[in-house]
């Protein structure tokens, strides 16, 4: 099955490989389902059935111009996990995908999910506040929307190598790597890639925390930039009872890439 059908008619691009226990990874922004190239390998590799998607506005997926907002994100995913009838799966969800998980399991429980795992997630909340001081100051996100819509391509390259940790000694990919990314990026509409802005830098999940009710890991780099560790994996390790949480010290937001080998095995182990 290519494609599964949304509550609204958008269709929705789907990889299911392997046989097994199910795993289903979602993806970042601004990125695709194929983000998770070195996961989805040794997943399938260790003989897990593993399922990636295009979340709406981005990839292969459909792009209308609205519905870029936690509620439909996670009935989009809902709609993957009915549609292909998955059971006992593991979620797993990377920076805004996070937030995905977090929607899901208040919007429709814990009845498909065995397990679920927050990488370097937006999960509880990002925005600064007097109720979160450690959060991300909103001319933050004004200007990366502003950035945006005055030249995406420029932002999208510059916007990958703070995703990475590249600087002017440290390189963890390679050129070509960020090219990758790139072109995963500009696949996204920019309508989607500006509305998601919102979406995951001002929802709040911190309600959604009481919804965790299955065995939780939450991985997080100390240097993530992106998403900034503390107001993010730290918080909802504090919030989400029984949560394991492990830091990757001195990795930046896109430990998948620069960390692959040691991410593959703590979920490999996480999901017995």
Known sequence: MAFVEAKDGTKLHVKDSGHGRPVVLIHGWPLTGDMFEYQSLALLEAGYRVITYDRRGFGQSGHPASGYDYDTFADDLAAVLDGLDVQGATLVGFSMGGGEIARYLTRHGAGRIAKVALVASVVPYLLKGQDNPDGVDQSVFDDMKAQIRKDRFAFLQSFAKQFYGVGFV???????????????????????????????????????????????????????????????????????????????????????????????????????
């Not at 390189?171 to 996204?188: E, G, H, R």
């Not at 990795?251 to 999901?271: C, Y």
């Open 170 to 272: 440290t390189s963890p990919v390679s050129s070509a790597l960020l090219d990758w990314t790139f072109v995963l990026a500009v696949m996204a509409g920019p309508k989607a890639t500006i509305d998601c802005v919102d979406a995951f830098g001002k929802t709040d999940f911190r309600q959604d925390l009481r919804s965790f009710t299955v065995p939780t890991l939450i991985i997080h780099g100390t240097s993530d930039k992106t998403v900034p560790i503390t107001p993010s994996g730290r918080a909802a390790a504090q919030g989400i009872p029984g949560a394991k949480l492990i830091e990757y010290d001195g990795e930046p937001h896109g430990l998948f890439a620069t960390a692959p080998d040691r991410l593959n095995g703590d979920l490999i182990d996480f999901i017995g």
